[in-house]
């Protein structure tokens, strides 16, 4: 999970604004297991410092206030490379899962 939660995290952000928390319960509810705040944070930290999501702070419904993160134009055109790399790898890693090694060859 933790290989693939930047894509992910991207992608949870695509229909619009959404803070942390949301985030981690759309992750879950999509089967995806789950996520710690500890390591979505500082995931989101990151993008926000490479440009690739934008955060406000929006006050709560009778409580704190919440950190909304938004994707940039930058964040969906990062979106859109790693959906590509993406099919790429899991397209070569899915013939290769497929592919039978003949009988008595080793591979390297």
């Not at 944070?41 to 009778?62: F, H, I, K, M």
């Amino acid at each position: 999970m933790r290989a693939t939660l930047g894509i992910l995290a991207l992608r949870a952000l695509e229909p619009g604004a959404s803070y942390g928390y949301a985030i981690i319960t759309k992750l879950e509810s999509q089967g995806l297991g789950t996520v710690k705040g500890g390591t979505l944070y500082p995931l989101l930290s990151r993008y926000e410092a490479a440009g690739l999501v934008a955060a406000d702070w929006r006050p709560g419904d009778g409580g704190p206030g919440r950190k909304y993160f938004s994707l940039t134009e930058r964040g969906h055109a990062e979106l859109e490379r790693l959906r590509v790399e993406w099919e790429q790898f899991t397209t070569r890693s899915n013939d290769y899962l497929r592919t039978e090694t003949p009988q008595g060859k080793e591979t390297p």
